[in-house]
């Protein structure tokens, strides 16, 4: 198996969704069932386990005392990380990050920066010295399409169960004290990705129609449904009336999707 | 059905044209049955024909052509050659030795080496394979002297002219022998240094105003101009 | 945070550099300035001051990388050390990498990659100064180095922004509009086809304001085009003036 889909399916594809159907038969604006867990891996301070049909993500995160940005000095800071594990696909190949990984990473991370799910100033211990750093690492273990939209989910629900130690300040030393408090997480950011195949716009495309498409349209909003952050991918084009549609769709389905989260 | 430019008149990638019924020639693609332009360039319109003669672009092989090619690389049955182009160019072994070769015994270099500078014929081309020449026909083969000048191969036509008329009156104002390479590679070979030099002024002109009209006069008087210039310097050397 | 400025637009209506809310900041642009290359371009806009450069389409290394039915489009996207006010290093950061890759995706779609399979296009970006949409000036730049090679295209490819300074939509944000705003969209489109090939976005917009900043973004980039247009004729128009 490679990445080349054979061109029947692509045609199958094609015409399907011209006449405003799917090749697994969903609506072009329905999503794939998701299944959110959280909490599996115990070491970590956070996780969370997304399935998106059999696109299947675990993110993780990780919490370190570090110092804060020059430009940021009362504020902690926020690193996402993805990886594309070479178990997830034949098309993964293991080595250091390639463009399509780290645009995922980057993708996910602005649209919780950008909507300030995170209130980073109460992650501030010591101004300009000491803040706390928020490592989230997503693992793509299968990859069916639509990874973006996942991602952001097992991001979010990860940061959503992330436990943050309690801890004082000794002698300008931190000493971490027994308990844990959540994360100060106040928004809840959704990624919806769209598809452009045969000029038609379509939600979550899984593997064979991402195969197929022109090109590729994520808007990430936020729960009073602004956009927070958009990416476009793909080598084909958007109309401007096509553009402002997807917005429109996003905020209905963002809205949907963050049913699935609890907090 | 309107067109949208002037003849001649200069045009951008992604200006529109034509609508309606016109065929899309040659820089030009058609979408929604309007025509648009895909190269910088002059628009011509021709009957129904819409054409853009292209100010830049670049050589693609085409069966039959002659073109000057730079030997890159010797290999055991052949020799590659950059001739201008995306798509480097073959010459087998067996198409310059007419007796039969042993790749073994025979060290080709010493026929052709890199650097040396060939004329020859495209025998095969397409998309999925590189171009194949020969130089198995009379005017072809290894360049001996002479000048080189390269150019952006659309301009060929312009240095060719109406009906031969630029190169001949080239060929006669400078006493030069011309080859033109169909991939914007020219050979010119004179008497003198000075003649070569003459020839090769002439065809930068024409490089850079190849988009201008009336110029066939304009070079003439150029290189009329340029050998008094020489004449005055001979005379002056001589006198002192 | 401590030299943030009070407003980004002051009673008058006015943005800091003395700007209007829909108005563009100056800009030059000039075709075919590197000898070497097979097409290039150098666009100043605002204090932004970018060199493109494009080779090919030619022999692609490696020879794996080569398709058969296509030509390989690649983009470097990359910051001169100096470019901006605190060094930056001269290996590619992650910022860089997703850049190169939008400004790619921006670009294909204008280029008829089909014509000229096993080969490769490479396009070179230089930032040798940053002041704010360094990545639209990229593509505006890029777009004129390729047709400036003389590869075929549909259309040519112009970008530009739109963002929120304090509660107004603007246009073409600078440094400081950009890293104090409240959103950045920047827009890439092919204009006689009307075809939106790069859209991004960051900050906080309701439908409204989103509406509002594509559709300024989008008439921005119609005002480029004119000039990115000139720009690429001019090249050729100065030959004939000297003569006439």
């Given at each position: 198996?490679?990445?080349?889909?054979?061109?029947?399916?692509?045609?199958?594809?094609?015409?399907?969704?011209?006449?405003?159907?799917?090749?697994?038969?969903?609506?072009?604006?329905?999503?794939?069932?998701?299944?959110v867990?959280q909490g599996?891996?115990?070491?970590a301070e956070g996780s969370a386990?997304?399935?998106?049909?059999?696109?299947?993500?675990?993110a993780g995160t990780k919490i370190e005392i570090g110092k804060p940005f020059s430009d940021t000095p009362n504020e902690g800071v926020l690193t996402v990380n993805a990886?594309?594990?070479?178990?997830?696909?034949?098309?993964?190949?293991?080595?250091?990050?390639?463009?399509?990984?780290i645009?995922l990473a980057r993708v996910v991370d602005r649209g919780i920066r950008e909507s300030k799910a995170l209130d980073f100033k109460k992650l501030c211990i010591k101004p300009g010295k000491k803040v706390f750093v928020i490592f989230v690492d997503v693992?793509?273990?299968?990859?069916?399409?639509?990874?973006i939209?996942?991602s952001a989910l097992a991001a979010l629900a990860a940061l959503l169960n992330t436990k943050m130690f309690n801890y004082e300040i000794e002698e300008d030393e931190v000493k971490i004290k027994p308990g844990y408090t959540p994360l100060p997480v106040g928004k809840h950011p959704i990624a919806?990705?769209?598809?452009?195949?045969?000029?038609?716009?379509?939600?979550?495309?899984?593997?064979?129609?991402?195969?197929?498409?022109?090109?590729?349209?994520t808007m990430t909003i936020d729960d009073d449904s602004n956009v927070c952050a958009i990416q476009?991918?793909?080598?084909?084009?958007?109309?401007?009336?096509?553009?402002?549609?997807?917005?429109?769709?996003?905020?209905?389905?963002a809205e949907?999707n963050r049913?699935?989260l609890k907090w | 059905?309107?067109?949208?430019?002037?003849?001649?008149?200069?045009?951008?990638?992604?200006?529109?044209?034509?609508?309606?019924?016109?065929?899309?020639?040659?820089?030009?693609?058609?979408?929604?049955?309007?025509?648009?332009?895909?190269?910088?360039?002059?628009?011509?319109?021709?009957?129904?024909?819409?054409?853009?003669?292209?100010?830049?672009?670049?050589?693609?092989?085409?069966?039959?052509?002659?073109?000057?090619?730079?030997?890159?690389?010797?290999?055991?049955?052949?020799?590659?050659?950059?001739?201008?182009?995306?798509?480097?160019?073959?010459?087998?072994?067996?198409?310059?030795?007419?007796?039969?070769?042993?790749?073994?015994?025979?060290?080709?270099?010493?026929?052709?080496?890199?650097?040396?500078?060939?004329?020859?014929?495209?025998?095969?081309?397409?998309?999925?394979?590189?171009?194949?020449?020969?130089?198995?026909?009379?005017?072809?083969?290894?360049?001996?002297?002479?000048?080189?000048?390269?150019?952006?191969?659309?301009?060929?036509?312009?240095?060719?002219?109406?009906?031969?008329?630029?190169?001949?009156?080239?060929?006669?104002?400078?006493?030069?022998?011309?080859?033109?390479?169909?991939?914007?590679?020219?050979?010119?070979?004179?008497?003198?240094?000075?003649?070569?030099?003459?020839?090769?002024?002439?065809?930068?002109?024409?490089?850079?105003?190849?988009?201008?009209?009336?110029?066939?006069?304009?070079?003439?008087?150029?290189?009329?101009?340029?050998?008094?210039?020489?004449?005055?310097?001979?005379?002056?050397?001589?006198?002192? | 945070m401590s030299q943030k400025p009070e407003k980004l637009i002051?009673?008058?209506?006015?943005r800091l550099?003395?700007?209007?809310?829909?108005?563009?900041?100056?800009?030059?642009?000039?075709?075919?300035?590197?000898?070497?290359?097979?097409?290039?371009?150098?666009?100043?806009?605002?204090?932004?001051?970018?060199?493109?450069?494009?080779?090919?389409?030619?022999?692609?290394?490696?020879?794996?990388?080569?398709?058969?039915?296509?030509?390989?489009?690649?983009?470097?996207?990359?910051?001169?050390?100096?470019?901006v006010q605190e060094?930056k290093?001269?290996?590619?950061s992650r910022r860089?990498?997703e850049?190169?890759?939008?400004?790619?995706?921006?670009?294909?779609?204008?280029?008829?990659?089909?014509?000229?399979?096993?080969?490769?296009?490479?396009?070179?970006?230089?930032?040798?100064?940053?002041?704010g949409?360094?990545?639209?000036?990229?593509?505006?730049?890029?777009?004129?180095?390729?047709?400036?090679?003389?590869?075929?295209?549909?259309?040519?490819?112009?970008?530009?922004a739109?963002g929120k300074a304090d509660d107004t939509i603007v246009?073409?944000l600078m440094d400081t509009e950009d890293k104090k705003g409240g959103a950045d969209v920047?827009?890439?489109?092919?204009?006689?086809?009307?075809?939106?090939?790069?859209?991004q976005m960051d900050g906080i917009l309701t439908?409204?304001e989103f509406?509002?900043a594509?559709?300024?973004?989008?008439?921005?980039?119609?005002?480029?085009?004119?000039?990115?247009?000139?720009?690429?004729?001019?090249?050729?128009?100065?030959?004939?003036?000297?003569?006439?």
């Amino acid at each position: 198996m490679s990445s080349v889909i054979v061109r029947v399916k692509q045609k199958q594809i094609m015409d399907l969704i011209a006449k405003g159907k799917r090749l697994d038969g969903r609506g072009l604006t329905d999503y794939r069932e998701i299944k959110v867990e959280q909490g599996l891996i115990e070491r970590a301070e956070g996780s969370a386990r997304v399935l998106l049909g059999k696109t299947e993500i675990m993110a993780g995160t990780k919490i370190e005392i570090g110092k804060p940005f020059s430009d940021t000095p009362n504020e902690g800071v926020l690193t996402v990380n993805a990886e594309l594990v070479p178990l997830a696909s034949p098309t993964f190949e293991p080595g250091p990050p390639k463009e399509d990984s780290i645009e995922l990473a980057r993708v996910v991370d602005r649209g919780i920066r950008e909507s300030k799910a995170l209130d980073f100033k109460k992650l501030c211990i010591k101004p300009g010295k000491k803040v706390f750093v928020i490592f989230v690492d997503v693992y793509v273990l299968n990859h069916d399409g639509n990874l973006i939209d996942a991602s952001a989910l097992a991001a979010l629900a990860a940061l959503l169960n992330t436990k943050m130690f309690n801890y004082e300040i000794e002698e300008d030393e931190v000493k971490i004290k027994p308990g844990y408090t959540p994360l100060p997480v106040g928004k809840h950011p959704i990624a919806v990705t769209f598809a452009k195949i045969n000029d038609k716009l379509i939600v979550d495309p899984w593997l064979e129609e991402e195969q197929t498409m022109d090109a590729r349209l994520t808007m990430t909003i936020d729960d009073d449904s602004n956009v927070c952050a958009i990416q476009k991918g793909g080598s084909g084009y958007f109309t401007p009336k096509q553009v402002l549609e997807a917005a429109k769709t996003a905020m209905e389905k963002a809205e949907e999707n963050r049913k699935k989260l609890k907090w | 059905m309107p067109t949208f430019f002037e003849r001649r008149q200069l045009v951008t990638p992604g200006d529109l044209l034509a609508e309606g019924t016109y065929l899309a020639g040659e820089n030009t693609y058609k979408e929604n049955n309007k025509i648009y332009a895909s190269r910088l360039g002059l628009v011509q319109y021709e009957d129904k024909n819409v054409n853009v003669v292209a100010l830049r672009a670049f050589y693609i092989p085409k069966l039959g052509d002659t073109v000057i090619g730079t030997i890159v690389e010797v290999g055991f049955s052949g020799w590659t050659l950059d001739i201008n182009s995306p798509y480097l160019a073959i010459l087998r072994a067996s198409e310059v030795l007419s007796r039969p070769f042993r790749p073994q015994e025979n060290d080709l270099s010493k026929v052709l080496d890199v650097g040396d500078l060939v004329i020859a014929k495209i025998i095969t081309y397409d998309r999925t394979h590189d171009p194949r020449l020969t130089v198995g026909e009379p005017g072809l083969g290894k360049i001996t002297r002479g000048q080189i000048v390269k150019m952006t191969p659309t301009k060929i036509p312009r240095v060719i002219g109406r009906k031969g008329s630029m190169v001949s009156m080239i060929k006669q104002e400078t006493g030069c022998h011309i080859i033109l390479g169909q991939n914007g590679v020219i050979l010119i070979t004179g008497k003198s240094l000075e003649d070569e030099q003459l020839a090769m002024m002439a065809l930068r002109k024409i490089e850079c105003e190849s988009h201008t009209s009336g110029l066939t006069d304009r070079i003439a008087q150029m290189i009329k101009k340029e050998k008094a210039k020489q004449k005055e310097e001979i005379k002056n050397e001589s006198e002192t | 945070m401590s030299q943030k400025p009070e407003k980004l637009i002051d009673k008058k209506g006015l943005r800091l550099d003395g700007r209007k809310p829909e108005e563009l900041r100056s800009i030059k642009i000039e075709v075919g300035i590197l000898p070497n290359a097979d097409g290039s371009a150098y666009i100043q806009q605002g204090k932004n001051k970018i060199l493109a450069g494009v080779f090919g389409p030619r022999e692609l290394h490696p020879k794996h990388l080569a398709l058969p039915d296509r030509t390989v489009l690649r983009c470097r996207y990359h910051m001169a050390p100096f470019s901006v006010q605190e060094r930056k290093s001269p290996a590619p950061s992650r910022r860089d990498i997703e850049l190169s890759k939008v400004i790619r995706e921006a670009l294909e779609p204008s280029i008829f990659l089909e014509y000229y399979p096993r080969t490769g296009i490479d396009i070179f970006v230089e930032i040798l100064q940053a002041d704010g949409g360094t990545r639209c000036a990229s593509i505006t730049a890029a777009s004129l180095a390729l047709a400036d090679a003389g590869i075929p295209m549909r259309d040519l490819v112009v970008a530009c922004a739109a963002g929120k300074a304090d509660d107004t939509i603007v246009l073409d944000l600078m440094d400081t509009e950009d890293k104090k705003g409240g959103a950045d969209v920047p827009v890439a489109l092919m204009p006689n086809l009307n075809a939106v090939t790069l859209l991004q976005m960051d900050g906080i917009l309701t439908f409204e304001e989103f509406e509002k900043a594509v559709n300024l973004a989008l008439k921005g980039c119609r005002e480029i085009y004119t000039m990115q247009k000139e720009a690429l004729k001019a090249k050729y128009e100065s030959v004939k003036e000297v003569e006439e």
